[in-house]
């Protein structure tokens, strides 16, 4: 199947956005008047947009804005707003995410669409582009669209010819009349071709490739295959296409959440039924809800192992409707619901061990899965260890949304103490501690006031700073697991040695054994 692009223009988004925002007066001396859209540029003020008006009496792109109030003195002139104009685009672009879901930036003032083999769903390419201008005329907005074989072709089109729907193959046709300008090259090389005689895409698609790669550079030779459809370079979309993908459209909006309930649960299953067929699980579910307004609410789902389990899907869904402070509104109605699963991994069938471990591992999975639901992935955590022998860095908190990640954790011997404490004090707390010789285990403590009599002593266990992290000021210390009199195990650890004329050494509690 051919690729097939589609170009939206918007030819006066800045002035377009005013008007939407109610900036611009609609009645009265004004109501007729041209707007324009000026920025600092250089030491002054110059025009850098208009709308129609503007245009029509030659208000253009870098006239000053003093030229240009000689010229029209009732002109209503803005400061451009760029972080706005950028917003709004990038709403445009999530309100075409519900006829494909590569939709790339054009910029300036521009989207790009990749509707190969979707185009169908909507009546074809002649009423998607009927659809898009009264969606786009109803929010105030002028729009000039094109579909061809390639994302050059297209853009070219909607800047520098008249539009429309270019048939399969026909991409050179079209293109050949059109200014050498829909190359948009570099001025000092659109002012070479002009002075060479070279001034539409026919001239230099007659010429040869390699002189006028030796004349003008090779990016010129590329552009010209591209905008004339004889390579294609694809796009590169804001959200990258999703392992999975199934949707349902509405002939008319859905208002009903019930309804909208049920549309759900079947995406969920037929979902499960693809990743079945692909032997493959997902980790993260998206939903993404279109009102008839434009506008765009997506909900994520993540797991903390893949599953195709739609039962599951389906009540993780139900949590976080649940959880929302800010409830589904369908406004008008939701046109189209669709459901991606961006990030997919292998996923074999299994069966529970005969000790039932393998059930409550899925029982542990499937709470976590519900708590990241509701309460978000930043706020329930795991462990996971380090490859470090500091004690304090052994372990690391992490999301437990997210997959197990670092080294395994160290297996204890077999009928041995563990050799790290459950609880660690941070910072260790001092102690006051005596040992038979000096540079000994403890016979005794004394820890927030009480006093232990050790009756058991493992060590030491000199750990020497990271002197790639912490560099060589941090003293080593010599660990000892101490149990007392009464059972309590403590780990203790001594920094600094008995020498002659230096201070003596110190006793500090770092943890707990159980």
């Known amino acids: 199947m051919p690729r097939r692009y589609l170009a939206l223009w918007f030819p006066f988004l800045p002035t377009d956005r005013l008007r939407r925002e109610g900036r611009v007066p609609t009645s009265g001396a ?10 600092h540029r250089g030491n002054a003020l110059r025009l850098v947009a208009g709308d129609d008006r503007a ?22 002139a803005i400061e451009a707003e760029p972080e706005a104009d950028e917003a709004l685009l990038m709403r445009l672009a999530a309100f075409c995410d519900r006829f494909t879901p590569l939709v790339a930036l054009d910029r300036p003032q521009g989207l790009l669409l990749d509707i190969t083999g979707c185009a169908h769903l909507f009546g074809g390419e002649g009423t998607l582009l009927v659809t898009l201008g009264r969606w786009m005329q109803r929010g105030g907005l002028a729009l000039r669209s094109a579909v061809a074989g390639t994302p050059e072709a297209a853009h070219a089109l909607t800047r520098f010819g008249r539009g429309g729907i270019v048939p399969p193959g026909q991409d050179e046709a079209w293109l050949r009349p059109l200014p050498v300008a829909a190359l948009e090259l570099p001025p000092e090389t659109a002012l070479a071709l002009t002075r060479a005689g070279l001034r539409t895409l026919a001239d ?16 010129l030779v590329t552009r ?117 699963v961006p990030v ?52 690391k908190a992490r999301s437990a949304a997210l997959p197990p990640a670092g080294i395994a954790w160290p297996a204890p011997l077999p009928h041995e103490p563990p050799t790290r404490p459950l609880q660690l004090f941070e910072p260790p707390q001092p102690v006051e501690a005596i040992a038979e010789v000096p540079d000994g ?74």
Do not use: N
């Open 204 to 219: 230099l698609a007659e010429r040869p490739s390699r002189a006028l790669s030796a004349r003008f550079g090779e990016d």
């Open 441 to 514: 285990p403890p016979i005794r403590f004394r820890w927030r006031r009480l006093i232990h009599d050790v009756a058991r002593a493992e060590g030491p266990e000199r750990i020497a700073p990271e002197w790639w992290r912490d560099g060589s000021s941090e003293p080593m210390r010599d660990y000892y697991r101490v149990e007392d009199a009464q059972g309590r195990r403590f780990w203790l650890f001594r920094i600094g040695f008995h020498e002659p004329e230096q201070a003596p050494p110190r006793w500090f509690l770092h943890g707990l054994f159980a």
């Open 344 to 395: 997919c991994e292998p996923l074999s069938e299994t069966q529970p061990s005969l000790d039932r471990r393998a059930v409550e591992d899925e029982a542990v999975a499937d709470l976590v899965d519900r708590l990241v639901v509701r309460f978000g992935r930043d706020r329930v955590l795991r462990f996971v260890a380090q490859d470090t022998h500091h004690p304090v860095r052994a372990a």
């Open 30 to 39: 004004q109501a007729d008047a041209p707007l324009v859209v000026y920025a």
């Open 55 to 76: 245009l029509a009496l030659g208000l253009a792109r870098d006239l000053t804005l003093a030229d240009a109030r000689a010229r029209i003195p009732g002109l209503i």
């Open 224 to 340: 010209l295959r591209r905008t004339l459809g004889h390579e294609d370079a694809r796009l590169t979309p804001l959200r990258p296409p999703p392992a999975c993908l199934v949707e349902r459209h509405f002939a008319e909006p859905m208002l009903d959440l019930d309804g909208l309930q049920e549309v759900v649960a079947r995406l969920i299953a037929e979902a499960a039924r693809v990743l079945e067929q692909r032997g493959e699980g997902g980790r993260v579910f998206e939903l993404g809800f279109h009102r008839s307004d434009g506008a765009v609410r997506r909900l994520v789902i993540e797991t903390g192992r893949p599953t195709r389990d739609g039962k599951a899907i389906l009540r993780l869904w139900r949590e976080r409707i649940e959880s929302l402070s800010d409830p589904l509104d369908p406004g008008f109605g939701f046109d189209a619901v669709r459901l991606a």
